[in-house]
């Protein structure tokens, strides 16, 4: 599961697809949902310098990616259509951070109990086409959580965030990109886990 994760030179694609187009889907739906809160968000020196910092501080991905996407998600595709298995995990994922709300000190305990349940949902299915696309790569699921999380670190609104990751599930869904048989959008096998 380690091989996994290290960076490998046919992602290079994938991994500049996360953190560009994450970044651009949740700048535009800001834009669109919340053009005042664009006034207090970092300047681009200050974000490109908060990435890395995420990226290593935030433990959230690592303490969890290698679960949900490198252990539960290769299973679930084994016996469940794609989209199935992303529904299920986003809703197992939603549970799993439940707990979190009730802690006044986490980040989580100021946000929308259901919001956070389309966003788990909508979250998970984007990164399951990602994970599929990408041979199951465990370095793009690690980029997209943190992707995710940095969001909401920098000041981008949740509601923006929750907005622009279900227009990214719908498009997916709405292409065909979880279809269980050969769409017009083949869908690749998933990686081999064992």
Not at 52 to 60: I, Q, S
Not at 102 to 114: A, D, E, M, R, Y
Not at 126 to 144: A, C, E, I, K, P
Request: hydrophobic share 60%.
């Amino acid at each position: 599961m380690l091989a996994r994760a290290r960076p490998r030179m046919a992602g290079v694609r994938w991994y500049l697809a996360v953190v560009l187009g994450f970044g651009i889907a949740n700048f535009v739906a800001v834009r669109v949902l919340a053009p005042t809160a664009l006034v207090g968000l970092p300047r681009w020196p200050q974000l490109l310098s908060l990435l890395p910092a995420t990226l290593f501080l935030d433990t959230g991905p690592l303490g969890e990616e290698f679960g949900w996407r490198g252990f539960a998600l290769p299973r679930l595709l084994k016996v469940r259509p794609p989209l199935v298995a992303a529904v299920v995990l986003g809703a197992i994922w939603f549970a799993w951070h439940l707990p979190t709300f009730f802690v006044p000190t986490l980040s989580q305990s100021q946000l929308s109990i259901p919001l956070f349940f389309i966003n788990s949902v909508a979250l998970s299915i984007v990164m399951t086409w990602l994970y599929l696309r990408s041979d199951g790569d465990l370095l793009v699921m690690l980029l997209v959580h943190a992707m995710a999380n940095y969001c909401g670190a920098i000041g981008i609104p949740f509601l923006a965030e929750v907005a622009a990751e279900v227009v990214l599930a719908a498009l997916i869904v709405a292409c065909g990109g979880l279809r269980a048989g050969p769409p017009w959008l083949l869908r690749p096998s998933p990686p081999d886990i064992d």
